[in-house]
């Protein structure tokens, strides 16, 4: 009989009420989520002895999987295999031929020699595996050079060649140290064409019983924020150009879905994203209803949903690229690059500039800004006479209060649980004898990682640690505390009066008056 509502022994921090602090941020990790065009053939050489059926011959470059096969993603569903037998070089093409299995907590998939068939033999000495994929833009990344390098360039002339790499370069460009790409699987265009809605929703809801396959969202690891490169726009029928309703079967609601998931399972993270007006025009109404739909504390839409860039100039060719207009979405990749760049996350993004664009089309007024569009929790990024480009206000698509409708505020809370859950993980409590002492040795580390907040500036105050245990299970430790958060600087309000009788004046040579005061 199964144990009634077990849990995995280990370090549990929940968030309750308005609990804020912080800790540095400089190592958060941007994941883009792109749909990718796909790559030519890439080649991986193995040398093996002749193996026996089913035997592991190696480890492919990058995850490819048969997409004849149920439940499997990639882009082609042939590859061709090529091994010595004595003097004789063998070629085949195969594409049900071997079996493609993901292990467990692993990106890639082994590519093993079941499934030859009898006649052909298995392969020995070095084997050449060419495969198609769609999968080459996968991992992490820490500079844009090597990004770039992997993924391929970003624009040639006024087209995006590779999505994830331009939205990579705003980041980098606003702050990023960090950034991993999520290929979006192209399943239902069967590995060619754009990715379709369904493509795009099972990146971040699972299909049951096949979590652990590289193309869903949640198995890439130490992911902070995620940034969705998807459209929100309607492409075909009477809607085309506006934005799809908020609903159930939609990749928005998707996002939120997958937030908190990961939220229930400890992993907590944030989503910038914006939309695609380059076709037609979204209107205020649409982007209010995809805030309203959203509202969420861990979702920040940008605005505007179009932006001008300009490549510049092209060392091959020795001409400046002309402009031209982008999607929305690589203003919430900036936005991202600037978030993750501030000192700490108790850094709003308020007022801060915004690098790597040419201009605005079409740029809204001030009172506009105002009256549609952050009132709505819509972070709206402006181009100003100095020809900068300046975030009006960092906010969250939840507008209850000032505390819900604040980056910052909701960052600086979700940091703090990181920074005490991996400081009691490393303390190796858990697993240990319940004394006073372990007891003891819980609270000073909670203590300490508080303190050392406190120290930084990164919290204001906490009062009232305390410990018990819990009554119905024994083995838990309860650990409570409240704390003050470092808060934004969003007004300063100077008041100023004439007073007429504050001076007297006074001449001098006849030639020169001046008040002293």
């Given amino acids: 009989m199964p144990i009634s509502n077990y849990v995995i022994p280990g370090v549990y921090v929940s968030q309750s009420g308005t609990s804020l602090s912080t800790v540095n941020n400089n190592n958060l990790n941007i994941a883009i989520v792109a749909d990718q065009p796909t790559p030519g053939a890439t080649t991986d050489t193995f040398t093996v002895a002749v193996p026996t059926s089913g035997t592991v011959i190696g480890q492919l470059t990058t995850p490819m999987v048969n997409t004849t096969s149920t439940g499997a993603y990639a882009s082609y569903s042939g590859f061709t295999v090529t091994w010595a037998s004595g003097n004789t070089t063998v070629t085949g093409t195969y594409g049900v031929n071997f079996n493609i299995s993901t292990p467990s907590g692993g990106p890639y998939s082994y590519l093993t020699t079941s499934g030859i068939s009898a006649s052909t033999g298995l392969p020995s000495g070095t084997i050449g595996i060419t495969y198609g ?4 833009a996968y991992g992490t990344y820490y500079s844009f050079n ?71 969202l949640m198995n890439l690891v130490g992911v902070d924020v995620i940034v969705p490169l998807y459209s929100f726009v309607s492409t075909s029928g009477a ?7 908020y609903g159930a079967s939609t990749v928005a609601s998707g996002i939120n879905t997958y937030l908190n998931n990961q939220q229930q399972y ?6 910038f994203v914006g939309v695609d007006g380059t076709a037609n025009g979204v209107t205020a109404s649409q982007m209010q209803a995809l805030a309203s739909g959203f509202n969420s504390t861990r979702v920040t839409l940008s605005y505007p949903p179009v932006i001008n860039y300009n490549p510049g100039f092209n060392p091959t060719t020795g001409l400046s690229t002309a402009s031209f207009n982008i999607p929305g979405y690589y203003v919430a990749a900036a936005l991202a690059g600037l978030y993750t760049g501030q000192p700490t996350v108790a850094t709003p993004i308020t007022n801060k500039n915004v690098n790597g664009f040419n201009s605005i089309p079409n740029q809204i007024s001030d009172v506009d800004a105002a009256t549609n569009y952050l009132t709505y929790g819509i972070t709206v990024v402006r181009q100003k006479r ?35 859950k991996s400081d009691l993980v490393n303390s190796k409590l858990i697993g240990g004898p319940l004394t006073n002492v372990t007891s003891a040795a819980v609270l000073g580390t909670v203590q300490a990682t508080l303190t050392s ?14 410990l018990s245990l819990n009554p119905a ?14 808060y934004p600087i969003n007004y300063i309000q100077v008041t100023m009066s004439l007073n007429t009788q ?16």
């Fill in 266 to 271: 400890g992993i907590l993270q944030r989503a």
């Fill in 146 to 216: 090597n990004l770039s390098q992997v993924v391929g360039a970003a624009v040639s002339g006024t087209t995006v060649l590779n999505p994830a790499t331009l939205a990579a370069q705003f980041a980098f460009q606003n702050g990023a140290s960090t950034v991993s790409v999520m290929p979006v699987a192209r399943i239902s265009s069967s590995g060619t064409g754009p990715a379709a809605y369904n493509d795009w929703a099972r990146v971040f809801v699972a299909t049951s019983g096949t979590t652990s396959d590289p193309t869903y």
């Fill in 473 to 486: 299970t024994p083995t838990t430790v309860n650990v409570t505390f409240q704390y003050a958060p470092t």
């Fill in 133 to 136: 994929h769609a999968w080459g």
């Fill in 453 to 466: 907040q406190l120290s930084n500036g990164l919290i204001q105050a906490y009062q009232n640690l305390a």
């Fill in 386 to 420: 100095d020809g900068y480009f300046w975030v009006y206000q960092g906010l969250t698509t939840n507008t209850t209060s000032w505390v819900t409708q604040e980056i910052s505020i909701n960052a600086i809370s979700d940091q703090l649980a990181k920074a005490v």
């Fill in 502 to 517: 504050t001076g007297t004046v006074i001449t001098q040579n006849a030639q020169s008056n001046f008040v002293v005061y």
């Fill in 239 to 245: 809607t085309a150009g506006q934005i799809i309703p």
